[in-house]
Nanobody, 114 residues
Framework: QVQLVESGGGLVQPGGSLRLSCAAS????????MGWYRQAPGKQRELVAA???????NYADSVKGRFTISRDNAKNTAYLQMNSLNAEDTAVYYC????????WGQGTQVSVSS
């Protein structure tokens, strides 16, 4: 069965950094577009960043220049490097694998607070 397992979330001070990982199994990872979404309390889930099978990336305007998405097809893992974090980045972050079907991870909490 398909599994997407996120890790790397936690509590960080404003201005700090975190690196999220998404380990995939049960799919042909290299052909999927991988994405990171987030959902803050009381808000809709939103796309943060995505990377295609060919390596093309796109980012939400709110994270451009601060976040970097990448993938390692040999390890079936996608990453989200998050720098210069602020309180508005606090949310549950979800990994997504998209082809003809969408698969989701269980989410990892990122909290930015002093």
């Amino acid at each position: 069965q398909v599994q997407l397992v996120e890790s790397g979330g936690g509590l960080v001070q404003p201005g700090g950094s975190l690196r999220l990982s998404c380990a995939a199994s049960g799919i042909i990872f290299r052909i999927y577009t991988m994405g990171w979404y987030r959902q803050a309390p009381g808000k809709q889930r939103e796309l943060v960043a995505a990377i295609s099978s060919g390596g093309s990336t796109n980012y939400a305007d709110s994270v451009k220049g601060r976040f970097t998405i990448s993938r390692d097809n040999a390890k079936n893992t996608a990453y989200l490097q998050m720098n210069s974090l602020n309180a508005e980045d606090t949310a549950v972050y979800y990994c997504n694998a998209k082809l003809t079907t969408n698969y989701w991870g269980q989410g990892t909490q990122v909290s930015v607070s002093s």
